[in-house]
């Protein structure tokens, strides 16, 4: 018997299609050379936490893993996932965070900017834009996971009952080409360990900041 699908299938599968499709966006040598320096930099972009030191290992990590290739562009365009993350940046608030601390709306704007501009941009800018929005995003999934004021280190329970995960993989893995951004992240909300406590720091949250 033939299977038939409805035409509201149809259109759920198309309209997921692209975001599993593109692959990470190569670099010329030149360009993946300059990539591999900016990862070995103390400061990355104009971010309001432009240090990065203490995710150097993570970002390495992130970017090795697949061939020093951008992570959320797509012929010089953002990727679907990279368009969820910065809305979620400018919302953070919602999560108990700080947007600001993500740039805000800053990265809607830039994203914005770079889909629709008439030309691809320069590798070099292309480099700068991935490398700040990679590291951005690992302090987003870090405070959202292990929070602003944790000293715990950058391995984490991804919240699938298999164990802990690295920052870099979870971010490849999971995040990067993931067809519900949401979901992905969702899992790693918890409830806090201590109620009482979490109430008590709550008023100090807004001035403080990851260890990371």
Do not use: H
Not at 82 to 90: C, G, N, P
Not at 126 to 146: C, G, K, N, Q
Request: glycine share 4%.
């Amino acid at each position: 018997m033939k299977t038939r699908f409805s035409p509201l299938l149809v259109l759920l599968f198309a309209a997921q299609a692209p975001l599993a499709a593109a692959a990470p966006q190569r670099l010329s040598p030149a360009a993946e050379d300059q990539l591999r320096l900016r990862v070995d930099e103390d400061s990355v972009g104009r971010s309001r936490w432009p240090d990065f030191r203490d995710y150097r290992e993570e970002l390495r990590d992130f970017y090795e893993s697949q061939g020093y290739a951008l992570g959320w562009l797509r012929d010089s365009r953002p990727s679907p996932q990279a368009s969820r993350l910065a809305e979620l940046f400018a919302t953070a608030d919602a999560k108990d965070l700080v947007s600001e601390d993500y740039g805000g709306r800053a990265w809607l704007d830039r994203l914005a900017r770079l889909k629709w501009r008439s030309a691809p941009a320069a590798e070099s800018e292309l480099v700068a834009i991935d490398l700040e929005f990679t590291t951005t995003a690992m302090r987003y999934v870090a405070d959202r996971s292990v929070g602003r004021m944790s000293l715990a280190p950058f391995r984490f329970d991804a919240g699938d009952g298999q164990g802990s995960l690295r920052l870099s993989r979870f971010l490849r893995d999971r995040v990067e080409e993931a067809l519900d951004v949401d979901a992905a992240l969702d899992a790693l909300d918890r409830p806090p360990r201590n109620p009482a406590l979490t109430a008590r720091c709550e008023p100090y949250l807004p001035g403080s900041r990851s260890l990371p």
